[in-house]
């Protein structure tokens, strides 16, 4: 009986980590299909990935709306760059911190409360310190009614429980000048 009960909880932790791993793709890794460019930031696909660099501010939306669901996805930033993950955002025109729910990715942010895994506004400084420049990280968040959890590799990073619940597009930023990737953008719903 041990082997057998060893036997199922190894199907499903694999069943569980399949679910995770197969959300539906919000990116197609080869066009900007379902994905709509707000403001001046240069974004393309290369190599599989979504990229913006150089000079210029703005955002990667997506066309679709979401409301209770998990999101996962993986960036890659240089040191310059101020970069975030926006949720439930509402109004296409004004996607701002105030508006929606801002996932930080900045390390080298100078009020290092709102540094990479915080909420910004709301949830700052974030729980645990993660530090993300030059590598690929990840972004795991749920939300779920009110409540928000955010995990940047693996660890907490913030935790809301009174989150408006209202649902929304997803937004990626990039602003100011250098470079950031996305890959891998999955969801599932909750």
């Known amino acids: 009986m041990g082997k057998i009960h060893r036997r199922g ?3 499903m932790l694999v069943l569980v980590l399949t ?9 197609n890794g080869d066009d900007l299909s379902g994905w709509e460019v707000i403001g001046e930031a240069d974004w393309q696909v290369q190599g599989g990935e979504l990229v913006a660099s150089g000079a210029g501010d703005g955002f990667l939306a997506s066309v679709e709306e979401f409301q209770d669901f998990r999101l ?14 926006f949720i439930r955002c509402q109004d296409r025109g004004n ?3 105030d508006t929606c729910f801002e996932l930080n990715i900045w390390d080298q942010h100078p009020q290092q409360q709102a540094r ?14 993660v530090n993300t420049v030059g590598r690929w990280n990840t972004y795991d968040v749920t939300a779920r009614g009110s409540k928000l959890v955010v995990k940047v590799n693996g660890h ?5 429980v009174r989150a408006d619940p209202a649902g ?3 937004a990626l930023q990039h602003w100011q ?4 990737r996305f890959r891998n953008i999955r969801l599932a719903a909750e």
Not at 116 to 129: D, N
Not at 156 to 160: D, G, N, P, R
Not at 177 to 180: A, E, P
């Open 156 to 160: 907490i990073t913030a935790i809301m």
């Open 177 to 180: 000048k250098g470079t950031v």
């Open 116 to 129: 990479t895994g915080a909420i910004v506004f709301k949830v700052m400084p974030p729980l645990a310190q």
């Open 9 to 11: 909880a190894v199907l």
């Open 19 to 27: 679910a995770c791993a197969t959300g539906t793709p919000l990116f």
């Open 72 to 85: 996962s996805l993986e960036f890659w930033v240089d040191a310059t760059t101020n970069s975030g993950l």
């Open 95 to 97: 996607i701002h911190p």
């Open 168 to 170: 929304g597009f997803i």
